[in-house]
């Protein structure tokens, strides 16, 4: 079955940096757009960024871009979010996304602390 597995999350102090991994199984990985969303206590959950399928393309929201960056591996069906200069307000559980065409997939979840 599809699976989509977080992890690399924690807690880290502002100005810190995390990079969180995302290791898919159950689907052609090469195939599908990612992307990570993040859900703040009480916010909707929003995107971070994503990657096309072949990993050419990036796009990212515009409070994380120079601070994030999303890369992915397609031989290892995995996708990485690098998070440098994190802000409290970076706080968050972060998912990983898996879309293509009507297909969509997420993880359960990481959860990202920043506070000093």
């Known amino acids: 079955q599809v699976q989509l597995v977080e992890s690399g999350g924690g807690w880290v102090q502002p100005g810190g940096s995390l990079r969180l991994s995302c290791a898919a199984s159950?689907?052609?990985?090469?195939?599908?757009?990612m992307s990570w969303y993040r859900q703040a206590p009480g916010k909707e959950r929003e995107l971070v960024a994503r990657?096309?399928?072949?990993?050419?393309?990036?796009d990212y929201a515009d409070s994380m871009k120079g601070r994030f960056t999303i890369s992915r591996d397609n031989a290892r069906s995995t996708v990485y979010l690098q998070m440098n200069s994190l802000k409290p307000e970076d706080t968050a559980v972060y998912y990983c996304?898996?879309?293509?065409?009507?297909?969509?997939?997420w993880g359960r979840g990481t959860q990202v602390t920043v506070s000093s």
């Open positions: 996304n898996a879309r293509r065409s009507v297909y969509n997939y």
């Open positions: 159950g689907f052609t990985f090469g195939s599908y757009a």
């Open positions: 990657i096309s399928p072949a990993g050419g393309g990036t």
